[in-house]
């Protein structure tokens, strides 16, 4: 992969990571996580090492991100007591 | 959370997307030989298409085709399949995991280990998407027993 496509990918793979840290709705940090798995995802590829980017692209993208919003819709803002 | 949508265009889109991501990971745990990919990452998209049905469709019809009392039982299948073929080839007098003793009748070692190495990507990836969709089945359940 050309070098110029590989420093866009890490700009905005910082971006993404630190705007999942400091955002304050948490469903966008999960969005945002999921972003930065997938850009994490296409960096392995183009290092060579594909069978560690499939892993990641189908767990960090597709079910962690499920069971985050899972975990998300299970909370309240305000609590009970 | 509630389960269901009412929109038309998730139900379809589901319904329609499901079936292909079910193709493709049993396209990657049945070439985990010769490309990238194998059992995990098979039976990680299995569980995928599973729980994209399971989001979007109802109450009642999200567990037709995989019962939520199937899970933990077929993924202890999983891990048998797998101990069970290391444990033949043990018995057999090799090492664990050693396809090239596996009692198949009227199969030169290539075979063997080509059929060996099979087993164990079905086994695991069995194991896993019953796993992760067994996991999701618990975190929805819990919500269940505190609101009585």
Sequence with gaps: MHWELEIVLYIFLVISAVVSLHVKDLLTAVVSLSVFSYILAMLFVSMGAIDVGFTEAVVGAGITGVLYVVMIFRTTRRTND | ?148
């Design chain 2, 1 to 148: 959370m509630k389960h269901g949508s009412s929109s038309p265009i998730i139900l379809l889109l589901s319904r329609v997307l499901s079936p292909y991501i079910m193709l493709f990971g049993m396209y990657v745990i049945f070439h985990g030989h010769y490309s990238p990919g194998g059992g995990f990452q098979g039976g990680a998209l299995l569980a995928s298409s599973i729980i994209l049905i399971r989001i979007a469709m109802e109450e009642k019809v999200h567990q037709l085709h995989f019962n939520k009392a199937y899970g933990i039982p077929l993924g202890a299948v999983g891990v048998l399949i797998f101990f069970g073929v290391g444990f033949i080839s043990l018995i057999m007098g090799g090492y664990f995991l050693d396809y090239s003793l596996l009692p198949f009748p009227g199969m030169i070692t290539a075979e063997l280990r080509f059929y060996g190495i099979l087993l164990i990507e079905v086994g695991v990836g069995l194991a896993v998407m019953t796993i992760l969709v067994a996991i999701y089945d618990n975190l929805l359940e819990e919500d269940d027993d505190e609101s009585i």
